[in-house]
């Protein structure tokens, strides 16, 4: 049974104009159920964690700061959103659904989260949209129950995963790999464990054949026994932020390579979905869909 965390809070509603497109949250669920990739059972509600797998990642006086409200506005401002207690509980919210889904990933082999893949979190600020690093968190809540013992990040959204890649720097359990546009937000790029920065317009082909040239080895060579993966949508040639080249099909099979090698291999995966920001919603839906699809036809 594919499981996939999702909570109405997802949906937190932004001031009238704000650029992140919170209505995916929304609209993104009523599509899998509406079109028969997934009925209501496929769904799980996060709640309120404790605070330890959060701490795990995250200093004390930074999520303290965002619980209490009174992060500094220069530090405020760098996230990018209002940030209210309804919005910070909605990230928490999302890190218990990742944590959530990662133990499920662990019964059925894959399960997923509407939301998460906030990548540009650090252990101590956030930015990006990002407040807490929900695969961070899982990855270390994994770890620390000893529930896996090698864990790799296959980071395809289209920004490099930056707080991710600062978070394990000096962790030798956790590898971080991401794939993502050279020109693209962060400009001042931290260092994963390994990075591909693709130029602007890559096309379908070229990103496929990095990732189907690189994916397997590493596997091979990390041999991990848990994968988390961002399968951000914002590498389509329509994305507004992103500047690569990729078409819906592309990101497709993208989703495809990745999923059907763990499913081959038999290592259990968490996938959040990160960014997507094509001007038409319609577009940006279909991406993630797609993921949905694939881990249904693939895994279930
Ligand atoms: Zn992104």
């Known amino acids: 049974m594919l499981k996939i965390a999702y909570h109405p809070i997802y949906t937190h509603p932004l001031p009238e104009g704000h650029r992140f497109p919170m209505i995916k949250y929304e609209l993104l669920p009523k599509q899998l159920l509406y079109e028969g990739t997934c009925i209501e059972e496929n769904f799980f509600k996060p709640e309120i964690p404790d605070t330890g797998p959060i701490l795990a990642t995250h200093t004390e006086a930074y999520y303290n700061s965002l ?8 530090s405020a401002r760098k996230i990018g959103f209002p940030l209210s207690k309804e919005l910070i509980n909605r990230e928490v919210i999302i890190t218990d659904g990742t944590i959530k889904a990662s133990e499920y990933a662990l019964t ?6 509407i939301a998460g893949g906030t990548h540009h979190a650090y252990s101590d600020r956030g930015e990006a949209f990002c ?6 968190i899982g990855a270390r809540y994994l770890i620390q129950k000893r529930l896996a013992k090698k864990i790799l990040i296959v980071d395809l959204d289209v920004h490099q995963g930056n ?3 600062k978070i394990f720097e000096n962790d030798t359990t956790v590898f971080t790999f991401s794939i993502h546009g050279a020109n693209n937000y962060p400009f001042k790029k931290e260092k994963s464990d390994l990075d591909i920065a ?7 082909q070229q990103y496929l054949n990095t990732l189907k040239e690189i994916l397997p080895k590493l596997i091979q060579k990390q041999k991990p026994d848990f994968i988390y993966y961002l399968s951000g949508v914002d590498i389509l040639a329509t994305d507004k932020l992103g500047k690569l080249g990729c078409t819906l099909a592309g990101c497709k099979e993208r989703d495809r390579f990745v999923l059907q ?5 038999s290592i259990p995966i968490m996938c959040a979905m990160g960014g997507g920001y094509s001007p038409d919603i319609k577009t940006i839906i279909e991406a ?6 694939v881990a249904q036809d693939i895994f279930f």
């Open 108 to 113: 059925y082999g894959l399960a997923m989260n």
């Open 67 to 74: 619980k209490k409200l009174s992060l500094d506005p220069k």
């Open 261 to 265: 090698i763990c499913k081959d291999l």
């Open 163 to 165: 707080g991710t890649a």
């Open 198 to 204: 693709l130029p602007n317009q890559t096309n379908d």
């Open 288 to 293: 993630h869909a797609n993921t949905f699809r």
């Open 131 to 136: 407040l807490l690093n929900d695969q961070a």
